[in-house]
Structures are given as C-alpha cells and as structure tokens.
C-alpha cells in the first residue's frame, strides 16, 4: 500500500495511491483513514511531504562504504560505530517532491545522500527488536543533502544538513517493501552516479527502534532515515538529482541557485 | 506582559498573566491573541509548557565557566568557540512545571543547567544583528537536564540531553527582562547550587539569530536556549531542582525514579 500525502484546490490530504490514481479519503493513516468515493488522477495534484515528523531522527554511520568515503575525505574519522549512532535532522529544512534544493553561494561541495526512512506508525517505548517493526507504518526516500566542507567544521551538521531546503523527502510511503531485492540507485542529469543495496546496514531499521525507543518515546510520525553508501559527486545549480528506491519510488528534485 | 499557556476544563489556551490572576483570551501571541472578559486564577489551571516549537536550537559551550566546568570533568574540550555554536534539542523531551524529571535506572551523574531560552516570536531570515531583536516574542527558562557521563560518549547528546523528560520548559514567557540585573539562580531542595549573570554569554541572543538565519528559516514559536554557565551536583529521584531567572520566572521540577 502507498500513502500519499497531496494539495488539490487548497486542501491537503491523505489518500492511498493506485497506479496513477489517488483514493481519496478522511483522516490519517495515524490516528485512522477513511475512505471516499472517486479517484483522483495523481497528475492533478501537489504531492506534499508525506509526513511532517515531530522528531527527525537519522542514522549516521551506518554503510561500511560511506564511512570510507567521508572519513577519506577528512571529514570524520573511519571508525565503525560500535551501536546505532543516533543523530537529528530539523524539520525546517523540508522539501517535497520536485522542489528545488538551493544551493547556497558560499557552497562547493553539495553532495546527495540517498537514504530509505523509517516512518512510525504508532507510539514505541522500549520496545525489543522483534516487536520493532510493528511500530511501523511504512517507508519513504530522504536526501540527506550536505555540505561536505562545512561538515569539517560543523560539529553539530546544523548547517552542513540542515539549511533550509538541505531535506527533500518523499514521494510518499510504502507499507510493504521488498527488502531482500531493494536498491538504492542515484542519478544526477539522468546518469547513474550511485547504486547500493539498501538492506547493507551496519545496524537495521529494528535496532535502531530498539536503540532509541530504550531512552527516549516514538510517537506516530517520527522518522528515521537510516543512512547512505558511498559518495556523490559535487552538484551544480541546474542539475537534477533523484534517488530512487526500488520498490518505493523516486525522489527527484532540481537544483538551484540560492540567493545566499 | 507574561504570556502563559494553560489547560483549564481540559482546553488548551494562551492568556496574559497579571500577579496572580490570568486575563483569558482567544488565539495565541504568534498569530495574534484577543482578551475575553474575567480572569482566572493562576492556582486553578494546569501551566502547560509555554510553546512546543517547530525546531529546538540550542547554544553549546556559551558561558566560560561552564565550558571550564565541563571539560574538567573530561567530556569535551575545554576550546572557546570562535563563532555560534548551534546544537539542536528533541521537542520529545519536553515537561512543564511541576512534572517529574524521571532519573534513569542507570544514570549517575544526571545534573541540571539552568538556561534562559529565547522565544521567536516572526518569521527571520538574513536578519543582521541589530534587527535580531525584534524577532523575539520573549524569554522563558529551560533545564537542558544533562546525563554528564553519557555524554561522554554520545557525540549527538541524542541520549545524554533528550531523553524522555530531560528538556523541563517554562513557567511563562516574559517579554520584556531587565537584562542589566537578569541572574540565574539554580537550588536543589531549596539550597542555592548555581548562580550567574545571566547576560555574560559568550555569544548573545542577537549574534544568535543572526548566525542561525544565515542559512536557516527560523519560525514562530521556534526556541533557542541560550546555554548554562557553571556546573550542577549529581541529582537524585525525591530532589527538587528550581531554576529561578530573576525578573523572568522560576522553573520546578521535582527529581522521581525512572522505571528504566
């Protein structure tokens, strides 16, 4: 099943996504979704962000290759982390589908990190691994998009991944992935830049539920994104970058120049 | 003028608070709030935190004292920033007055710091130093209650400073302090602990917001706290922590046992 969250005639909604067709319907798949009658063509909608989390947690260190990759590029030691790193992500830095990434003025080495994120579907309080994933409601696409240069110096990411427009996410929720054949794939213009399998954690979607929810309480909507493999070249006003997810969808969004 | 959020009757609202008395009102000071006739009690409404802001940010290493303090005990350097150091908190975390900071099972070094937390009060963007201020609706107090020997290991703080609980909030919002005078005062079971000026910030409120709005979009209702100075004893469950700023407001939490 794919959750979709939309903007049609001023109103934003959720609805369930049929091929190219929207069932529309009351409420949320949270706190319950009723269904209504019609279709609606995806075409003639905004997709929105699927979910507005209250806490936005993301995964660091967590693929062997990416680890390689920064810690070579001086950014951050190479030590494999010995339990799930757990970090934030600001909920002011959101895009949607689609939306430009601005890039800032000062910036030259914007790089994509394509990311499968975990949105939680009910509230979760010590939970062990094998009751995790029944605190799942479905999984979307992050791009975790960082200044690589500033992230030397940048020991909090604030503004390394966390500037506005720095968080696409989206197109929208898959409840029932196929883990054991999904890929991660990037492509920037259309030319395959990155390709991973997604599954390749170091620590999976049910530790890191485990990990967090010992400390601290999951609530409906939160996400976690769980981190990227390998690297990405450095991007340009006027380029596209997408990150698909194979089995979820694609996320794409422009680049452009920013103002600042 | 105090502005307070309280629940009475089970509704949530915003009113002003006047000595001991609340005027009530319709809205909220972001969007625009309209007094209604009477007044209420200040002893008969629950005081619920005074915002849940959208992004939590936070000043790191901010007071001399407390970067001395700190380093000292071996969690951090004891280098001075050379500019803004912003860090994010989990809105997860949150209590109001008079809730119950749950010690952890395994904690034992959790400790307060007591802050005083800047309330946004409109959208700033690229605003210079000397127009930061008129962004700010106004000033509450925040206990960034900290598990100083997690935190030793947990670069993100993700665990030592958010766990559930840990992020106490209020009682009001006060719009105009007396910056000149302004001290924070800390006691535990009445015996004073803690006490600072207040304004003696490395940084202050104004570079702050210039430095966060830089690169991000800061919103109504969005908190920045501003960091501690000095340092705290280990506190125990059947404590009680009041943070008192003076011309502000004092925050009381009482310390209960974790049940994990």
């Known amino acids: 099943m794919r959750w979709l969250r939309y903007t049609l005639d001023g109103s934003t909604r959720w609805g369930q996504l049929e091929g190219d067709q929207i069932a529309p319907g009351d409420g949320d798949p949270f706190a319950g979704w009723t269904a209504a009658a019609g279709k609606i063509p995806l075409s003639s909608v905004k997709i929105e962000v699927p979910v507005v989390p209250r806490t936005f947690y ?6 062997a290759g990416h680890i390689a990759a920064v810690s070579a590029a001086g950014v951050y030691s190479a030590d494999v982390p010995a339990e799930p790193y757990v970090a934030y992500r600001a909920t002011s830095a959101l895009i949607a589908l689609d939306e430009p990434i601005l890039v800032p003025q000062d910036s030259r080495e914007l790089q994509y990190e394509g990311e499968l994120a975990v949105v939680i579907g009910s509230r979760a309080r010590r939970v062990a691994e094998g009751d995790a994933l029944r605190h799942v409601l479905g999984y979307t696409i992050y791009n975790d998009v960082t200044e690589r240069g500033w992230q030397r110096r940048d020991i909090t990411n604030w503004r390394a991944k966390n500037s506005d427009t720095f968080s696409p996410l989206g197109p929208w929720i898959v409840t029932d992935p196929n883990w054991s054949t999904m890929e991660t794939i990037v492509r920037v213009d259309g030319v395959e830049t990155g390709r991973f399998r997604t599954a390749e954690m170091i620590f999976g979607v049910a530790q890191f539920i485990a990990a967090i929810s010992r400390h ?45």
């Open 216 to 260: 601290v309480t999951l609530h409906p909507g939160d996400v976690i994104s769980m981190g990227a493999d390998g690297d990405s070249p450095n991007l340009r006003p006027g380029q596209v970058v997408e990150v698909e997810i194979t089995g979820v969808g694609i996320l794409r969004n422009p680049l452009a120049a920013g103002t600042d």
């Open 58 to 63: 993301c995964a660091g260190k967590n693929y």
